[in-house]
């Protein structure tokens, strides 16, 4: 993923490959070469307002650092542009790793689309305790249909104030970086064409590639795999 990197984690990358380097002078180089992390767009100073939710408790209420896996997923949906019309990619992301564990792409904005990225996720982890499922407050996870998974499958809701997505930072950190590291750089002729590229980036790249500052600069699934062989160890 050359381009989108910056100095701190090609330094990182560079000692995972057993050469010996100073950052300082991986930082010099990567100027000189013009490679620079990429950087989002800054929110404008007071745009986290939002009134409250009035159905269902914030639980979650921003405490993004989790101890544990399948405590607690983030979910949101976004749109991607194609030449056939847009695709409408929903997530679900634990919060424990950052490890992308359920995901859906359709060609509309419907209930389907949320409910099949959870179906995924809870297939996937076979959660043995309760988790709870952090959203915003769209129209796709205040519908009756979600509502009932969600009892069937021993699973608590929380979401954000409305008009409030500070409140889901992880779910829209995920999105921003998916947008600028791939799909502002492409153009999809197909939806076909955009899930094949939305499956390389998930499952090729962010799960087992992708460093993340908060697994200690490992990988989501480098990053569960070594806490699953500590706690084996004790």
């Known amino acids: 993923m050359a381009k989108v990197y910056g100095y701190r984690k090609l330094h990182d990358d560079l000692l995972d490959q057993g050469e010996t380097c100073c950052l300082n002078r991986v930082a010099r180089l990567a100027k000189l070469a013009g490679i620079k992390a990429q950087i989002g767009c800054k929110r404008r100073p007071g745009s986290y307002g939002g009134k409250p939710s009035l159905i269902v408790d914030n ?36 919060l424990y790793s950052r490890r992308v564990i359920g995901w859906s ?17 809870v297939w996937r982890r076979k959660p043995k305790n309760r988790v709870l499922i952090h959203s915003d407050q769209g129209s796709q996870f205040t519908s009756m249909d979600w509502a009932s998974f969600l009892r069937a499958h021993n699973l608590q809701h929380s979401m954000s104030r409305r008009g409030n997505c500070h409140y889901n930072a992880v779910a829209e950190s995920f999105f921003n970086l998916l947008k600028r590291e791939r799909i502002r750089r492409r153009t999809y002729k197909t939806r076909i ?10 499952e090729m790249f962010n799960n087992p590639k992708r460093k993340h500052v908060q697994n ?16 084996e160890g004790v």
């Not at 921003?62 to 976004?78: E, G, H, K």
């Not at 749109?79 to 992301?93: C, Q, W």
């Not at 200690?216 to 706690?231: I, K, Y």
């Open 105 to 121: 792409m359709q060609s509309r904005q419907t209930t389907d689309v949320v409910l099949q990225a959870l179906l995924m996720a």
């Open 59 to 94: 639980t979650l209420v921003r405490q993004f650092d989790v101890n544990a896996p399948d405590r607690v997923w983030v979910t949101d949906i976004t749109y991607i542009r194609t030449l056939e019309g847009f695709a409408y990619l929903a997530v679900m992301i634990d």
């Open 193 to 202: 064409e955009a899930r094949q590229d939305v499956f390389d980036h998930i």
């Open 216 to 231: 200690g600069m490992l990988s989501p699934v480098e990053f569960e795999r070594q806490q699953e062989t500590r706690t």
